[in-house]
């Protein structure tokens, strides 16, 4: 099971990412898919999680209303659209494979990728 993310980058205040978490040589659908955020000198925090099968979604408290989470299974890749940024949300993204239910306990999760960086500032 293989991980990877994409779509950082650098954003002003207010503006928007969609970040991308594709899936290398296994069928994503099967799996429940978390994303997670480590800001310099901060634990990893779960930001947002989809089940497998009905797709159900969680999110953290402070992105709620501004992040959505999502599959697209003929792309094999679970996405995170971020809105309304603020410099709070600075951090390396990350995705990882494991159960919503432990999405405020990382260590669960596994076959993390490598991190996809996201700065907010203007």
């Known amino acids: 099971v293989q991980l990877m993310e994409s779509g950082g980058g650098l954003v002003q205040p207010g503006g928007s990412l969609r970040l991308s978490c594709a899936a290398s040589?296994?069928?994503?659908?099967?799996?429940?898919i978390g994303w997670f955020r480590q800001a310099p000198g901060k634990e990893r925090e779960g930001v947002s999680c989809i089940s497998s099968g009905d797709d159900s979604t969680y999110y953290a408290d402070s992105v709620k209303g501004r992040f959505t989470i999502a599959r697209d299974n003929a792309k094999n890749t679970v996405y995170l659209q971020m809105n309304s940024l603020n410099p709070e949300d600075t951090a390396v993204y990350y995705c990882a494979a494991g159960s919503c239910i432990y999405l405020r306990s990382p260590h669960y999760f596994g076959s993390w990728g490598q991190g996809t960086q996201v700065t907010v500032s203007s």
């Open positions: 040589g296994f069928t994503l659908d099967y799996y429940t």
